[in-house]
């Protein structure tokens, strides 16, 4: 039994590493070694919008969180493992670069920041999310700005529903 057990192993080692590994985390990513991961399908990583929130909200990179700067240290320290991958991006190369400063001097080891922020991920086609993703040509045509807001939808249903009273009557 012994020897089927050490020829296991034996076969086990000369087999080739098949378990793709990422490739190395740099201090600084383009857009597009960002998108190449995503698409690799790896999830271990973690993608940070230091923006404000309303511009959060209007439009990130899919799957990112919001971390606002002033908030970014401590919510990442409570939230995030010191070693996960982690990219960032603001609302410029300089906001970038200050947020990456921050979460390297908490003890974060992966921090990539993403080159040309917001801008440059929409230049190579990265997906996005938020209200612009309803509103613009990339979003459902048949949602209205004005209709993306449910209240304005509800008042609608309700203006729809007096007028079909008014006509019974």
């Keep these: 039994m012994a020897n089927l057990a050490d020829n296991i ?21 383009t857009p597009a070694e960002l998108k190449s991961r995503l698409e690799w399908g790896e999830p ?35 939230s995030l493992e010191f070693k996960r991958d982690i990219y960032l991006y603001g609302d410029t190369d300089e906001q970038t670069k200050q947020a ?14 993403i080159k ?8 190579i086609g990265g997906p996005t999310e938020g209200i612009a993703s309803m509103e613009g040509p990339s979003g459902p045509s048949s949602v209205k700005k004005s209709e993306s807001n449910v209240a304005a939808r509800v008042g609608k249903q ?11 009557r």
């Excluded at 309700?158 to 019974?168: F, I, P, R, V």
């Design 100 to 113: 990456a400063s921050e979460l390297r001097s908490r003890g974060f080891m992966n921090v990539a920041e």
């Design 158 to 168: 309700g203006d729809l529903e007096a007028k079909k009273a008014q006509q019974h």
């Design 9 to 29: 192993e034996h076969i086990k080692e000369s087999l080739p590493n098949i378990t793709p590994t990422p490739p190395d985390l740099k201090p600084q990513v």
């Design 116 to 123: 040309g922020s917001l801008p440059a991920w929409k230049a």
């Design 44 to 78: 271990g990583l973690t993608i940070i919008d230091v923006r404000e929130r309303e511009s959060f909200n209007y439009e990130r990179i899919t799957g990112a969180v919001a971390m606002p700067m002033e908030m970014l240290a401590d919510t990442a320290s409570s």
